[in-house]
């Protein structure tokens, strides 16, 4: 029988993406290091592996696994793919899409229901933490499309109250590359998650950062003129932390004037941490990795979007423990 977990306990999440093997990837794993985290939830693109040739792909996937067991042979590492996990790769003889990825990096999505290892659910701590595929079929009637509508159901904030969703290529993003690349996830998903207040998107992709205010865009209609995104109280806010370290460099273009949806954004190397503590707040944290040190360089509190926002469910748990 599992341990019951205390949905007010205190836990501390690492938010990685997009890291590669470089100087600067190992300045932002020896940071997350120092920060006390207790899980990593990976954003995608692992390794880059993909960049090499035939038995280079699976030297390169080799001595990645060993670059970061300094973290992950100790604690939990939650895994998302991203487009360079795919490694469709004809001239080599390797048209099977993720086959490096799925067979080193296993996930435990038969304990969700998933059919497919690249969508999954898990829940750690308080957090009931979902991860889909950006780059598998998602759209209505999809295998990933029914498996993420059932699992939706499934959420029990009394047992985890924050919601957390992880994929790769953000739903919002103001950064020139890569723009809008999401935007079909968002068209079909963004619905469900301001329903289901939804806490939390970490997306990476954008080698840089951004944060942005609790928006949505579910109400667009070319036709009518609503296309832009609005305030919504109910919305999860968007994070992209693609700035890990990779061998690409930094995305450090963004869209001027800066949009209004669009609370901070930088191009520089970093992680984020996520300090959970109790059912109704949680503390966030960008650092950025600044001549070898860690910077914290943006931070807010985040208030939970089912428990923090409706006082009388707060007052009922109190009355009733």
Known sequence: ????????????????????????????????????????L?????????????????????????????????????????????????????VIPFKSYLNRYATPFMASKSSNPLW?????????????????????????????????????????????????APMYSSNIVHYMEGESMRAVYERWFVRSKVDIIFAGHVHAYERS???????????SGNRYPIPEKSAPVYITVGDGGNQEGLAGRFWDPQPEYSAFREASYGHSTLEIRNRTHAFYHWNRNDDGKKVPSDSVVFHNQFWASNLRRRRLKKNHP
């Open 42 to 94: 990976f954003v995608g693109d692992l390794s880059y592996a993909d960049r090499y040739e035939y038995n280079d792909v699976g030297i390169r996937w080799d001595s990645w696994g060993r670059f970061i067991e300094r973290s992950a042979a100790y604690q939990p590492w939650i895994w998302s793919a991203g487009n360079h996990e795919i490694e469709y790769m004809p001239n080599m003889g390797e």
């Open 120 to 168: 999954y659910a898990v829940r750690r701590a308080s957090a009931h933490i979902i991860v889909l595929s950006s780059y598998s079929p998602f759209v209505k009637y999809t295998l990933q499309w029914r498996w993420l509508r059932e699992e939706l159901k499934r959420v029990d904030r009394e047992k985890t109250p924050w919601l957390i969703v992880l994929m790769h």
């Open 1 to 40: 029988m599992p341990p019951k977990i205390d949905p007010d306990a205190p836990y501390i999440f690492g938010i990685i993406g997009d890291l590669g093997q470089t100087y600067n990837s190992l300045s932002t794993l020896e940071h997350y290091i120092q920060s006390g985290g207790q899980t990593v």
């Open 213 to 223: 205010y609790r928006i949505s865009n579910i109400q667009y209609n070319v036709t």
